[in-house]
Structure formats: structure tokens, C-alpha cells
Nanobody, 118 residues
């Protein structure tokens, strides 16, 4: 397993942008797929986006396509989530997760709060 720490959350107005970071420890992170998930109050956790170990494959939930971009820098053991054109419905705690494939996210961070005001 790897240790994950998210950062970059905060309060932003609708239409604004934020960039989240997911910093990891351990060399195995470079061979892991990484995903971002979010959980709004009173709702179940939902998938947002994911990236393969090489960065060559990315996947997005329909709700964020065209607005969010996931990327990674394996030399820095960090995955980024650039969020543009934010909407109030994007308000949630955002978690990053890592694992050997897209169906086995075994390691999770503690989450970072994103709040979008209208």
C-alpha cells in the first residue's frame, strides 16, 4: 500500500478553478492507477476521474467531462486534479485513491474539502 495526502481544496465561487494534489509515498505509486472520488453531504461517494500508471489512459464521470483534468507526475509521486468552471454541485470532500488497477483502489487519502458558492 501507499500513503496518500490530498491538498488544494478550499472555497471558490461558481465558475472558478481549483487544483487538487494527491501526494504519495512509496515507489509502487508509480505503477498504480489513481482515481479521484468525491462525497457530498448526505450522498454516496462517487467516481470522478481516474488515470493509469503511465498517464496514457484517463476516464471521467460525465458530470465533470470537459471541466476537470487529471494528470500525474511520477517523478514527483503526485497526481493532480485541475477543476475548472466549478459548480455548486461540485461541493464535496474529494478523495484520491491508488491501486494496481482501476477496480482495486486499496489505498485512500483523508480527503480535502471543496466548496463552491453560488
Amino acid at each position: 500500500q501507499v500513503q496518500l495526502v490530498e491538498s488544494g481544496g478550499g472555497l471558490v465561487q461558481a465558475g472558478g478553478s481549483l487544483r487538487l494534489s494527491c501526494a504519495a509515498s512509496g515507489r509502487t505509486f508509480r505503477s498504480y492507477a489513481v482515481g479521484w472520488f468525491r462525497q457530498a453531504p448526505g450522498k454516496e461517494r462517487e467516481f470522478v476521474t481516474a488515470i493509469s500508471w503511465s498517464g496514457g489512459n484517463t476516464y471521467y464521470a460525465d458530470s465533470v467531462k470537459g471541466r476537470f483534468t487529471i494528470s500525474r507526475d511520477n517523478s514527483e509521486n503526485t497526481v493532480y486534479l485541475q477543476m475548472n468552471s466549478l459548480k455548486p454541485e461540485d461541493t464535496a470532500v474529494y478523495y484520491c485513491a491508488a491501486g494496481p488497477n482501476f477496480v482495486d483502489f486499496a489505498s485512500w487519502g483523508q480527503g480535502t474539502q471543496v466548496t463552491v458558492s453560488s
